[in-house]
């Protein structure tokens, strides 16, 4: 059974620190490797996506892969409130398979 | 606006009964998804579609049937709809191709009562 997983929180970070997020995933052979953000009662949004090991950063957002260790993490820099939400992980799989697989979601509050 | 837009945004329905959640994109994306987030935020996959292609069915009660008519759409056709059939479910479209995330559509909350 390929799992992606994360710890489901919930993750409460004081206003303008670092929020931290991780996941670690199963299949070896994973290529893609994803973020979602999903408000309550709203649909995910795709916030970062990263494919070889390092760092990508966009905005107050960085991605991390280390794909020896199978784990992926999300920083997010100087934390505001509106970035409280549910932080999903996804994972594709091998080439050629067009399922995303899901963590299960990290709920993150931003204390003012 | 493009999109991926999904119809109904709520559906309250009592159980035994079919009901039927569209789906239309407009990003010219050659895939499209439908996934069920239940209680606990989990989203699981169902069902795939490449080009009006069946290519993804997951273990899913054969109550449920996707229909394509064409690349741009895909439905989702409930018979003898049950209580624990109670979830969110979401459209999604994304380009073909490993290393594209998808578009996700805004969600159908069904209830069954």
């Known amino acids: 059974q390929k799992e992606v997983e994360q710890n489901s929180g919930p993750l409460s970070v004081p206003e303008g620190a670092i929020a931290s997020l991780n996941c670690t995933y199963s299949?070896?052979?994973?290529?893609?490797f994803f973020w979602y953000r999903q408000y309550s009662g709203k649909s995910p949004e795709l916030i970062m996506s990263i494919y070889s090991n390092g760092d990508k950063e966009d905005g107050r957002f960085t991605a991390q892969l280390n794909k020896a260790s199978q784990y992926v993490s999300l920083l997010i820099r100087d934390s505001q409130p509106s970035d409280s939400a549910t932080y999903l992980c996804?994972?594709?799989?091998?080439?050629?398979?067009?399922?995303?697989?899901f963590g299960t979601g990290t709920r993150l509050t931003i204390i003012p | 606006d493009t999109a991926v837009s999904q119809t109904p945004k709520y559906l309250v329905t009592q159980m035994g009964n079919d009901k039927s959640i569209k789906c239309e994109q407009n990003?010219?994306?050659?895939?499209m998804y439908w996934y069920k987030q239940d209680s606990k935020k989990f989203l699981k996959i169902m069902f795939s579609y490449n080009n009006k292609e069946l290519i993804i069915n997951e273990t899913v009660p054969n109550r449920f049937s996707p229909k394509s008519p064409d690349k741009a759409h895909l439905n989702l056709h409930i018979n003898s709809l049950e209580l624990g059939d109670s979830a969110v479910y979401f459209c999604?479209?994304?380009?073909?191709?490993?290393?594209?995330?998808?578009?996700f559509g805004s969600g159908t909350r069904l209830t069954v009562v």
């Open positions: 999604a479209s994304r380009t073909t191709g490993t290393g594209y995330g998808y578009t």
């Open positions: 299949d070896r052979g994973s290529q893609s």
């Open positions: 996804a994972v594709n799989e091998n080439f050629g398979n067009e399922k995303l697989t």
């Open positions: 990003l010219g994306h050659d895939t």
